[in-house]
């Protein structure tokens, strides 16, 4: 397996584990991805059952990302069981809701700790009996305190569209979306500190023209991630000319990291083969 076209030794690759590496427990991980040469990394919360975990298991994923070299890059706030049907909790009233507020100071702290820059708040799917604007104002609400916690420890605020396929309850599923929301927090928080999360796999499966998307919006973009389409897996396993896309955003201005966020069809350390190993260490 090889990416089809060439150039990716220039650019700077970071692996998901909590898609990748998922044979392991979660504390393994960060080891497993140093010994396939990574220096750097990113996370969904992972502790999926609870938006407020015990500091042990917070201070013990630090210690696992510390004893192992590698550098948190990108978390995300508390959003339910991913992948799920419950898939964010930050415009939905009630319950879910208060969790993503309990979890804002909790994930922004946590970021600070271990150097991580990057925090990503998923919308959240639409529910039946709520009106979508009060949806939509709850949301709002929320993404400015996430704002207002990730400027406290120095960090851009992610917003990111899904596929409509794997998400149909979920708003944000075209790149002028969720780049509206981008400029609807920055306006009401007055920070300026958020951000696209540029996924060209998510994008893909909705049709968009991914060159477009880069060419419009690479100097709003925070972080990207890439998996291959047809079947969400490694570069090179489908159609997508991931090579060249890379190229184009690199032309268009990006430097910034590419999250491997992909389902490995084997063991996880098996399945970076078209990666150069000189683009999985941090520069």
Known sequence: MALPEAGSADRRFDVNLSILFTELPLLERPAAAAEAGFTAVELWWPWVGSPTPEQAELDA?????????????????????LPGPDRGALSSPGEESDRFRANI??????????????LNALYGNRVEGVEPAVQDRLALDNLVLAA?????????????????????LYPLVSAPAAIDVVDRVNAASG?????????????????????????RYADRTGHVQI?????????????????????????????????????PDGP???SFDWLPGGSRAAR
């Open 61 to 81: 994923l630090g210690d696992a990302l510390n004893d192992s070299g590698t550098q948190l890059v990108g978390l995300n706030f508390y959003a339910g069981q």
């Open 191 to 215: 920070l300026g500190n958020t951000k696209f999360l540029m996924d060209l796999y998510h994008l893909s499966m909705n049709g968009e023209d991914l060159y477009e998307v880069i060419d």
């Open 268 to 270: 996880s350390a098996d």
């Open 148 to 168: 207002r916690a990730a400027d406290r420890v120095g960090a851009t605020l992610l917003i990111e569209a899904l596929n409509r396929p794997e998400s149909p």
């Open 105 to 118: 100071d909790v994930a922004a702290d946590f970021a600070q700790s271990v150097g991580c820059t990057t």
């Open 227 to 263: 998996a291959d389409n047809p079947g969400r897996g490694a570069p090179g396993t489908g159609s997508l000319p991931l090579g060249e896309l890379l190229e184009h955003l690199t032309k268009a201005g990006y430097d910034g990291w590419v999250g491997l966020e992909y389902k």
